[in-house]
């Protein structure tokens, strides 16, 4: 790492590693884990997601209690079928190319890809280690996320953050080299090894002037995608709409929902979007993003929303006798899910990026 890239990051806390700002107020956490004698307290939240969507739930369980057509039609593959019986599944889904694969338990966009061949999608099935999703392609031109709680016994819940999320990509001048690009954008060039790993083969390419490059079809910052805070559009209209949505799972309290639509006023209106997912209780509050915070202001926005997640948790625990899962249990997911995390990543540095 370079001395400015050092003093970058050092001054810029949304450049660290997003545990470090975990740090100070992790003391407020274990504060929650004592008040309820449980170290998973959060699993509660959201009882009809596994671990309360804290980490290691799986997308087609989440797919299951949305209300019909507001997300992409999807096939769940098991990493133990054979590529003919992929084939077959596909065809009996009338599933025609480009579509998305991504992993059923994942984060961060790890090992999202667009498949555009039988080849490609061969070669994806043949490298992944666990189960996974064949996606419509959604090509509506905005993706936004939205946080969005309620307390089980009120009939109105609150939207927190409203983000538009930008794929990382580059524009081509005609002279310079795909990594040259990279490095002169200030929002891509601190994410340089992750990047690189990806399009290692591609860049040295030079690209005409004009034309777009998507560095990866995710918009996650872990990516080099770009937040733009869209809380000035937060309104009833909108709170509305999740309102529903919550009602009609039961039992989505507290998270965040990834959605691809048309524009924001048909979001509002309930028209042509698309929810990608749903982050449950560990859900990152990315809203504390792109607003100029400090980090103690931010800090102080993610300790209430902690808040708010404890809250929901006790109401469920105490009112709704929805136990908190037990410690050895606990503690035996989260380190398999941990371990799943680390493959993926490992998996996403190596697999190519059409």
């Keep these: 790492m ?26 407020v956490w274990l504060w929650y884990c004592a008040r309820a004698r449980s170290f998973w307290f959060f699993t509660a939240s959201n009882p009809s997601l596994t671990f309360g969507g804290f980490e290691g739930e799986g997308k087609k369980e989440m797919y299951d209690q949305l209300p019909p057509r507001s997300y ?5 593959i098991s990493a133990q079928s054979g590529f003919s019986s992929v084939k077959d599944l596909l065809e009996s889904h009338c599933f025609s190319f480009p579509f998305v694969v991504k992993p059923d338990v994942g984060a961060m966009g790890l090992m999202f890809r667009i498949v555009n ?17 064949v996606q419509e392609l959604i090509e509506y031109p905005l993706e936004v996320s939205v946080f969005y709680y309620r307390m089980p016994d009120a009939e109105k819940g609150r939207v927190t953050g409203f983000l538009l999320k930008q794929q990382p990509a580059v524009i081509g001048d005609g002279r310079s080299t795909l990594l040259q690009l990279i490095r002169k954008n200030k929002d891509l060039k601190y994410k340089l090894y992750e990047i690189n790993t990806r399009h ?8 005409p002037e004009g034309e777009k490059f998507i560095l990866s079809y995710a918009s996650n910052r872990s990516q080099g995608g770009k937040l733009v805070n869209l809380a000035h559009e937060i309104d ?4 509305l709409l999740f309102d529903n949505i919550s009602r009609h799972t039961k039992h989505f309290y507290y998270g965040r929902y990834d959605i691809k639509c048309n524009s924001i006023e048909d979001l509002k209106n309930g028209n042509r979007f698309s929810i990608l997912e749903y982050n449950g209780a560990g859900a990152g509050i990315q809203h504390v993003y792109g607003n100029g915070l400090t980090l103690w202001q931010a800090c102080a926005t993610i300790v209430q929303h902690w808040k708010i997640l404890f809250r929901i ?7 709704n006798r929805i136990p908190y899962w037990e410690h050895q249990r606990g503690r035996k997911f989260l380190k398999s899910a941990m371990q799943n995390l680390q493959l993926l990543e490992k998996l996403d540095r190596e697999f190519p990026v059409s």
């Design 117 to 133: 061949s039988e080849t490609e999608l061969k070669r994806y099935h043949n490298t992944m280690h666990a189960n996974y999703l």
């Design 72 to 76: 992409p039609k999807s096939i769940f």
């Design 200 to 207: 290692r083969e591609r860049l040295a390419m030079i690209l």
């Design 313 to 319: 948790s006790a109401h469920n625990n105490k009112k």
């Design 236 to 239: 009833d209209k909108l709170v």
């Design 2 to 27: 370079s001395l400015v890239e050092f003093f970058f990051k050092f001054t810029h806390w949304e450049a660290w590693h997003y545990h470090v700002k975990y740090i100070p107020i992790a003391p």
